[in-house]
């Protein structure tokens, strides 16, 4: 079955920096979407990004669908964007989202 | 008052009783998941239910029953809980009309089997 790896795995940072969080499918996807599950377990859509780029405030995505991966920028990190950031994709013979292990990002003050 | 509702937010339990975990939701979605997340890792799939007469078996469904009972309830039982059915539990419900299916999550439901 299609894999999903994300990268990396976990990332540390002081309040103010930018990151790159990258999302690579096995096979071709749709549906592509981006989750942020806050530290008390809440999970946010963030994006719905199958392909181009979207911008909400700090956050960006852009997904490349014929390369197989998506990419979640967030500037000027916030301690408010603690959390693990997940991707989901699907295949299109198929409904179920399959999900990477998810990207643990932790802000520093 | 929360779109994705689920309860209860946290449950101890022993191994071999029964276990319900609900779901209920006001955003009228036609859609709803449930998903379990385990430390580490991502969500898998359990069953899902594009209507009330629409029920399937996801990724990981054995060991675990659902019932549809109205457009805005999606219930998950375990009939006999075992200790690696510990986890964080997850209902979620998508919007078919808007052809994204994009995913709305309740707050989840944690579970401890001892």
């Known amino acids: 079955g299609i894999q999903v790896e994300q990268s990396p795995p976990d990332l540390i940072l002081q309040e103010g920096a930018n990151s790159t969080l990258r999302c690579n499918f096995s096979?071709?996807?749709?549906?592509l979407q981006w989750f942020h599950q806050n530290p008390w377990g809440q999970l946010i859509n963030l994006f719905y990004?199958?392909?181009?780029?979207k911008q909400n405030g700090r956050l960006s995505a852009t997904t490349v669908a014929t390369e197989r991966y998506s990419l979640l920028y967030i500037s000027s990190s916030q301690t408010t964007d603690s959390g693990v950031y997940f991707c989901?994709?699907?295949?299109?013979?198929?409904?179920?989202?399959?999900w990477g292990a998810g990207t643990k990002l932790i802000i520093k003050p | 008052d929360a779109d994705v509702t689920q309860t209860p937010r946290n449950r101890i339990t022993k191994t071999g009783k029964r276990i319900m975990l609900e779901c209920s939701q006001t955003?009228?979605?036609?859609?709803m998941y449930w998903y379990r997340q385990d430390p580490g890792l991502g969500l898998r799939l359990i069953y899902y239910?594009?209507?009330?007469?629409?029920?399937n078996k996801g990724e990981i469904s054995d060991g675990y029953s659902v019932s549809r009972q109205a457009q805005a309830k999606f219930s998950l039982s375990l009939e006999s809980a075992i200790p690696n059915q510990t986890a964080l539990y997850f209902c979620?419900?998508?919007?078919?009309?808007?052809?994204?299916?994009?995913?709305?999550f309740g707050a989840g439901s944690r579970l401890t089997v001892l």
């Open positions: 990004i199958p392909s181009g780029t």
């Open positions: 955003k009228g979605h036609d859609r």
């Open positions: 096979d071709s996807v749709n549906n």
């Open positions: 979620a419900t998508s919007d078919r009309s808007s052809g994204a299916n994009v995913l709305t």
């Open positions: 239910s594009f209507d009330v007469k629409d029920i």
């Open positions: 989901a994709g699907r295949m299109d013979s198929n409904y179920q989202l399959i």
